[in-house]
């Protein structure tokens, strides 16, 4: 099982900075932020931009994976993202992972303007977003006309430097994307069951994530794929346990066991910030870093 961390975008990068050699230093596998023009109990604090963090991080860093965690149409066009991330994956070496998700309610579904998309129209708009951007991340001229978004000779040359592109891990819990994950990820993403999270307790959570793993499965199978080939990411947080977890070495190797036992190849847990619903001790957290994937390796 891998281990992986999110590091939000919210301070200067004369202090950020130092987070992401750490995450390096400890040894985690990927580094994300989130892609969100702000977010949530955050949105009246700093927030810094996704794109040039990530750029950045991948300046300090010479090892560690780096990514999005997720990125959806909310604000995004798949034509000038695909640029951003050909450029991303050429600073960095060929170590970007793109998360990709559809997106939801909240402050970045109505910065532009627009008005808030339905449940339907978000899912349309997302099946349409990912197959684009991985026809413009893989070949050198692109031409669409879309229901959603258009692209008129749009160039991405050299194009990436991992091939034939960097990796999608797409999240996805309903039908239409996990089908979009069976065909154009190369992981899949999930956060437990939103349904759950206030009344259900860690078992309803993990069977809930049994569940979407067999149908992500079953998904594959339809497409003559073998869904082992993917990794299966958990973006811990949001399940009923909720920052559990992170209290001792002990409580997260429990944890972890139990989701590598259904098929969860990688975790990822929030770098810790104080005050906030991410709040952490530290070096109980660099312990987990440090010591669980040893354990985990030994179960």
């Known amino acids: ?13 004369s202090e950020g900075q130092q987070t992401w050699r750490r995450a390096e230093e400890l040894g985690f596998h990927t580094a994300y932020t989130y892609d969100h023009l702000s977010w949530r109990t955050f949105r009246d604090g700093p927030w810094f931009g996704t794109v ?43 170590r970007i992972t793109l ?16 008005e808030p998309w339905t449940p339907r129209e978000r899912a349309d708009r997302f099946a349409e977003f990912v197959p684009l951007l991985d026809r413009l991340l893989t070949n050198p001229s692109v031409s669409h006309e879309g229901t959603h978004y258009s692209a008129q000779e749009a160039r991405n040359i050299p194009g990436c430097v991992q091939r034939p592109r960097l990796p999608f891990a797409v999240a996805a819990t309903g039908p239409r994307g996990m089908e979009l994950a069976a065909r154009h990820g190369q992981a899949w993403v999930t956060t437990g069951d939103p349904k759950i999270f206030e009344t259900g307790t860690p078992a309803d959570s993990r069977a809930a994530i049994a569940e979407q793993i067999e149908r992500l499965g079953k998904a594959c199978a339809d497409l003559g794929r073998d869904s082992r080939e993917m990794d299966k990411v958990l973006l811990t947080g949001f399940t009923p346990d909720r920052s559990a977890p992170l209290d001792s070495v002990d409580a997260f190797v429990d944890f972890a066991g139990r989701h590598l036992d259904l098929g969860i190849t990688e975790i990822v847990i929030h770098w810790p910030i104080p005050d906030t619903e991410f709040a ?13 994937p040893d354990q985990l390796r030994s179960r």
């Open 52 to 94: 040039p963090t990530l750029t950045a991080a991948a300046t300090v860093t010479t090892r560690l994976r780096l990514g999005t965690l997720v990125t959806s149409p909310n604000f995004r066009h798949p034509v000038p993202l695909a640029k951003d991330l050909m450029s991303l994956d050429d600073i960095s070496g060929g």
């Open 1 to 13: 099982m891998r281990l992986s961390t999110v590091i939000l975008p919210v301070h200067r990068w």
């Open 99 to 114: 998360g990709v998700g559809a997106g939801g309610n909240g402050f970045d579904a109505v910065v532009l303007g627009q």
């Open 280 to 292: 952490a001790d530290p070096a109980v957290f660099e312990r987990i870093a440090v010591e669980a």
